[in-house]
């Protein structure tokens, strides 16, 4: 299976503040990698998929980037409404698998 | 819209099955794919397993042989079944409509419902 790794476990920021959290795969997987963030009591919602494509309805400060083993999520100047939880997840091969989580918390 | 919504028990005993039913409003089950994914405490999410708009399956080899995904067409519903749960098997879970094609994203999320097992 691929592992992926997601880093820092937690990340404290100030609402305006710029943000990358990091997705590490076990292997290359190309492009295979999509965002999530779940908000407490909430389901996940998509955010980007294949590492840089956006999603109708998503706001413009959510990118991706990223091919091969390491992958990034940018949030630009986060907001309030951000502060949650982000996975990662492969596509490239099965089974699917997400990583760990990153938890974005005010600070 | 396309909406999800996952019922069943939210207890059941260890040594017995786990059974949840997804119900889909909005959208065609014999369209795309659809599949589970369960979050354990502590945040670690496991996809289970999907099936297909022709009601083919693949399922995660972590679970062998204790998983089954089936559906009814007629109801616009597909079923998860897991057998000899274990107090490892407490988690919330949840239903989801593949990408559009293919099983690669995540495009529709039900709710999530929390199942225990515990005597």
């Known amino acids: 299976d691929i592992v992926l790794t997601q880093s820092p476990a937690t990340l404290s920021v100030t609402p305006g503040e710029s943000v990358s959290l990091s997705c590490r795969a076990s292997?290359?997987?190309?492009?295979?990698i999509h965002w999530y963030q779940q908000k407490s009591n909430e389901s996940p919602r998509l955010l980007i998929k294949y590492a840089s494509q956006s999603i109708s309805g998503i706001p413009s400060r959510f990118s991706g980037s990223g091919s091969g083993t390491d992958f990034t999520l940018s949030i630009n100047r986060v907001e309030s409404e951000d502060f949650s939880v982000y996975y990662c997840q492969q596509s490239y091969s099965l089974p699917l698998t997400f990583g760990s989580g990153t938890k974005l918390e005010i600070k | 819209e396309v909406q999800l919504q996952e019922s069943g028990p939210g207890l059941v005993k260890p040594s017995q099955s786990l059974s949840l039913t997804c119900s889909v409003t909005?959208?065609?089950?014999?369209?795309?794919?659809w599949g589970w994914i369960r979050k354990f405490p502590g945040n670690k999410m496991e996809w289970m397993g999907y099936i297909s708009y022709s009601g083919s399956t693949s399922y995660n080899p972590s679970l062998k042989s204790r998983i089954s995904i089936t559906r009814d067409t007629s109801k616009n519903q597909f079923f998860l079944q897991l057998n000899s749960v274990t107090t490892e098997d407490t988690a919330t879970y949840y239903c989801a409509r593949c990408s559009y094609g293919s099983y690669d994203w995540f495009a529709y999320w039900g709710q999530g419902t929390l199942v225990t097992v515990s005597s």
């Open positions: 909005g959208y065609s089950i014999t369209s795309n794919y």
């Open positions: 292997q290359g997987i190309s492009t295979s």
